[in-house]
């Protein structure tokens, strides 16, 4: 489309060679220049940007008034004022501070080591064999007290174990293992198993864990032993070494080093 002169009267595009508007009769303004049709937004269908100065400088190559005197004015003297303004106060510069010594800490800590599933196996089983310790006299203590109650009553013959028995000893031995993991974990990160080989349960972003935290970390134990422990086997196939009991409370269990974890 050739380019055409527009009215300053009634806006009629006319064409580049006119000398009078062919709507309105009007003589054309000498100083107004041919425009593409782009430049303004008369067309409805042109979509593009509206006459401007700075726009026209910038596709044309034409000088604008405001550019050349900005490019050309020298730069505006330094002084305590302007020193004053630029400079932060006093809580963006202990924000600035604080920032820094995050990401100077951030790059100083070492690599976060994920506990792999055979260490957390061998903790594991060392918290079964503290349980065991613990649980073979408690196990006594509770048939003594049962036989001792029996002959209270009268009941002088010996008492045989059987279901009801076994199933009171397994609910206390579970009861003593959830408090176990669960006031462990909540005080200290890590049990008596975990603590001989030096691993600590956190959050995700590496924090201590809460009480209600571990206490779902500990019934979700029951969850990675079904399906014939495929939730424990998932520490072995993730990248953050996590069963189900880790996703189910948000944790993950890693290495500490000796000092951190006397710390």
């Known amino acids: 489309m050739p380019d055409r002169r527009p009215c300053l009267s009634c806006g009629y595009l006319n064409t580049a060679r006119a000398e009078t508007c062919a709507s309105c009769g009007k003589p054309l303004d000498e100083n107004s220049a041919p425009v593409h049709p782009g430049e303004t937004l008369r067309d409805p269908d042109d979509l593009t940007l509206p006459p401007s100065p700075l726009l026209r400088a910038v596709l044309r190559g034409e000088p604008d008034a405001a550019v050349t005197a900005a490019a050309t004015s020298p730069p505006p003297p330094v002084t305590k004022v302007t020193v004053d303004h630029l400079s932060p106060s006093a809580g963006e510069a202990a924000l600035l501070r604080d920032l820094a010594e995050r990401l100077h800490a951030r790059k100083i800590d ?22 065991g310790v613990f649980a073979v006299p408690l196990a006594a203590a509770g048939y003594l007290g049962m036989r001792a109650g029996m002959l209270v009553i009268g009941h002088f013959q010996p008492i045989e174990p059987d279901e009801t028995i076994f199933t009171i000893l397994t609910a206390g031995w579970f009861t003593m293992a959830a408090v176990y993991f669960t006031v462990l974990h909540c005080s200290y990160g890590q049990t008596i198993g975990k603590a001989l080989f030096w691993l600590e349960v956190r959050t995700l972003d590496f924090r ?3 009480l209600v935290r571990c206490l779902i970390r500990t019934l979700g134990y029951v969850v990675s032993s079904s399906f014939l422990g495929f939730g424990f086997l998932l520490i072995a196939l993730t990248p953050r070494k996590r069963g189900w009991h880790d996703f189910l409370a948000g944790t993950c269990v890693v290495h500490v080093g000796r000092k951190e974890a006397s710390a």
């Open 110 to 131: 070492p690599a976060v080591r994920y506990a792999g599933f055979f260490v957390r196996l061998a903790a594991f089983l060392t918290d079964g064999l503290v349980l």
């Open 208 to 210: 201590e864990v809460g």
